[in-house]
Nanobody
Framework: QLKVVESGGGLVQPGGSLRLSCAASGFSLFYYGVGWFRQAPGKEREAVSCITPVGETLNYVDSVKGRFTGSRDSAKNTVYLNMTGLKPEDTAVYYC????????????????WGEGTLVTVFS
């Protein structure tokens, strides 16, 4: 079965950090861009970041620039989103999604989706 699974969400205070993981099974992430999307209660799903196949991080939301960076571990077939300086407005369910060869900010372009991991930033 081809799938991606997120992990690493949790509760954190403002200013804290989390690292989200996106692990693939049944296929290699080597040729895939891995996007991170989030959906807060009552809001639409939005693209946050994407890690390109060569490891570059594209941030689509101005408020996360300088705070969110991505990385890849090919040996573990996993892509990470390192989030620092977390703010209450970062609270959402975070989804990873894989797209063959490219990155996209559009939900319709992604090939595989995880089920999400909850990030809650509270004071």
């Amino acid at each position: 079965q081809l799938k991606v699974v997120e992990s690493g969400g949790g509760l954190v205070q403002p200013g804290g950090s989390l690292r989200l993981s996106c692990a693939a099974s049944g296929f290699s992430l080597f040729y895939y861009g891995v996007g991170w999307f989030r959906q807060a209660p009552g809001k639409e799903r939005e693209a946050v970041s994407c890690i390109t196949p060569v490891g570059e991080t594209l941030n689509y939301v101005d408020s996360v620039k300088g705070r969110f960076t991505g990385s890849r571990d090919s040996a573990k077939n996993t892509v990470y989103l390192n989030m620092t300086g977390l703010k209450p407005e970062d609270t959402a369910v975070y989804y990873c999604a894989a797209m063959y060869r490219y990155c996209s900010r559009y939900v319709k372009d992604m090939n595989y989706w995880g089920e999400g991991t909850l990030v809650t930033v509270f004071s």
